[in-house]
């Protein structure tokens, strides 16, 4: 199925972020799974949401996990971004950090289940641009 794996095709990119938006939602609960690496599936969600909106609009992009890079070239696109999704800025610290053991502190399950609506946020975003 080349839709899946064509990186000129915004729904690809949507696809990827949903699923990691079910990999981050599935994964709760389950012995061994670190919340941290649920967090960073949550970032990946959104992180490749807005790529999708960027392939859209013909917008290029850096390889970066910065949310914030990817909220700036959209909106120099003249795109509206909602307060939902600017909120999800955040998620970008569990881009990196959080996959190695010199973390730092666990994440609690409050935090789990904010980057988790705040991922959600994101991709419905994407999906509403996308399918309009």
């Known amino acids: ?11 690809a990119w949507l696809a990827r972020a949903k699923s990691n938006l079910k990999i981050a939602e599935l994964g709760s609960g389950h012995p061994g799974v ?24 013909n917008l290029d992009f850096p390889k970066t996990h910065s949310l914030v890079i990817l909220m700036d070239i959209l909106e120099s696109a003249s795109l509206q971004i909602p307060p939902e999704v600017k909120a999800a ?23 789990y289940q904010s980057a988790l609506e705040l ?14």
């Open 34 to 57: 670190f919340l941290e690496d649920l967090c960073f599936d949550a970032q990946q969600a959104a992180e490749k949401a807005l790529k999708a909106v960027c392939v859209h609009h």
């Open 119 to 132: 991922a959600e946020q994101v991709v419905l975003w994407a999906e509403s641009i996308l399918y309009v």
């Open 1 to 11: 199925m080349k839709r899946r794996t064509d990186p000129t095709d915004p729904l």
């Open 89 to 111: 800025a955040g998620l970008t610290s569990y881009a990196v950090q959080v996959r190695y053991p010199d973390w730092g502190e666990e994440v609690t399950d409050e935090e």
